[in-house]
């Protein structure tokens, strides 16, 4: 057994409590912040960003599906027609006038054209390398059978406008029960984005805050501080200063990310995408708090960084169990465990700005599930501070979380 446990009061604050936070909070900031590896590396975090969003935006092309390229030789009707067909079909083509059968057999053999349309007595030849683009053949074989119908009713006396007027009423109407949202794919890309920024920032700057505190302890430098300001004040300064830092890195992933994906117009949900960058960070704030006070008490059961694993793991445990949910969140939005778990804590750190992407939470949901993070926080806030000042001038052996825990209620 080293240093004693801090008795109650021993550490009369010489600061009132705002500032001694504030001092706290500032010394860890620019801790973290003057580090050269931490500058350095998320310079190439920021750079893989934009370079990754701005390089599948060229090489995944503009979105639009391929056209294919019909050369037509002779009737620019022809043409017309079967441009308007593929374009109703869904399937748009290039059409390209041809003076010869020959310059479009000569164009399909230079790979120039996918097809060159010869019309023919008995409607016409497509010219193609090997065999006709997917669907282009039910649309060329309507097109020709359509210009034979008008043909045919020309000659009893009907025009195709006269046609076209008479079974203009004969449309299919679709009436979806389910239409697929247009959308869904920007959702879920930005859905994934959430959950790893969330993820990755409450795991690492909670593991911070833990490593903080075991190398004050072990280094000493604790007890100078405690000299001065209060353990509760070292405990908020540390989780504000060290928190601050993992705000402001999320802030400049999702500014950077966001910069890329709309200016490459690889997103184009500009106020969903908007909002969801603001709700990734609001659950950032309240996901961090929540974990960064466990840290912060496990971190002062021990006294060398090597053990540090051996009081985090469960909170370890918690957040991949949370990351868990999240991907099957992702899989079955729908099911009645993913109706249940994004109003708990500490599940809603994670599932409820998932819920916001896909357009599924009500502002109820989110007023509510947001007062009880702050209400859970504030609880294991309570507990946290009562380890904290009972361990963390303990030296030597780890103190268990069990012993730990009773000592909060003594």
């Known amino acids: 057994m080293g240093t004693p446990v801090l008795p109650a009061g021993r550490a009369a604050s010489q600061l009132p409590a705002r500032r001694a936070v504030l001092l706290v909070a500032r010394r860890e900031f620019r ?70 059968a020959e310059q479009g057999r000569a164009a399909v053999e230079a790979g120039d054209l996918d097809v060159a349309l010869v019309p023919g007595d008995g409607g016409a030849v497509a010219v193609v390398d090997s065999e006709l683009p997917s669907g282009l053949g039910g649309v060329l074989d309507a097109v020709l059978a359509g210009q034979a119908r008008d043909a045919a009713l020309s000659g009893l006396g009907v025009t195709p406008e006269t046609l076209a007027q008479r079974t203009a009423p004969a449309v299919l109407t679709v009436d979806a029960l389910d239409p697929p949202d247009p959308e869904a794919g920007q959702r879920t890309a930005l859905s994934v984005a959430a959950l790893f920024l969330l993820f990755g920032q409450i795991l690492g700057f909670g593991t911070y805050v833990a490593m903080g505190v075991v190398e004050e302890k ?110 099957y969140y992702l899989g079955s939005p729908d099911s009645p465990l993913m109706t249940v778990l994004p ?61 730990a825990l009773g000592r909060a209620g003594s």
């Not at 391929?66 to 079967?82: E, F, M, Q």
């Not at 998932?354 to 806030?381: E, H, K, N």
Request: hydrophobic content about 55%.
């Open 343 to 403: 109003w708990l804590p500490p599940f809603s750190a994670i599932l409820m700005p998932l819920r916001i992407a896909d357009g599924s939470a009500s502002t109820v949901q989110i007023v509510v599930t947001v007062l009880l993070m702050l209400a859970s926080t504030a609880v294991l806030a309570w507990i946290a501070a009562r380890v904290f000042h009972r361990s963390v001038l303990r030296t030597g052996s780890r103190v268990p979380w069990r012993e």
């Open 31 to 100: 801790a973290q912040v003057v580090k050269r590896s931490f500058v350095v590396s998320n310079l190439i975090v920021l750079l893989v960003i934009a370079g990754g969003i701005i390089g599948f935006s060229i090489f995944s092309g503009s979105g639009e599906p391929d056209r294919s390229t019909v050369g037509v030789v002779g009737a620019a009707p022809l043409g017309a027609s079967v441009a308007d067909a593929a374009e109703r079909a869904g399937m748009p083509v290039e059409i390209r006038p041809l003076a010869s």
């Open 218 to 327: 072990s280094s000493r430098v604790v007890e100078l501080l405690l000299s001065t300001i209060r353990p509760l004040h070292l405990l908020w300064g540390k989780i504000v200063g060290i928190g601050t830092v993992g705000l402001l890195q999320l802030a400049a992933y999702g500014v950077v990310g966001l910069a890329a994906g709309l200016g490459t117009g690889m997103l184009t949900l500009t106020g969903t995408a908007v909002g969801v960058f603001a709700s990734v960070l609001g659950w950032f704030v309240l996901g961090f708090a929540f974990y960064a006070v466990l840290y912060a008490a496990a971190g002062s059961m021990v006294s060398r960084q090597e053990d540090v694993n051996s009081t985090t793991t469960p909170l370890m445990l918690s957040l991949f169990l949370m990351y868990g949910a999240a991907f």
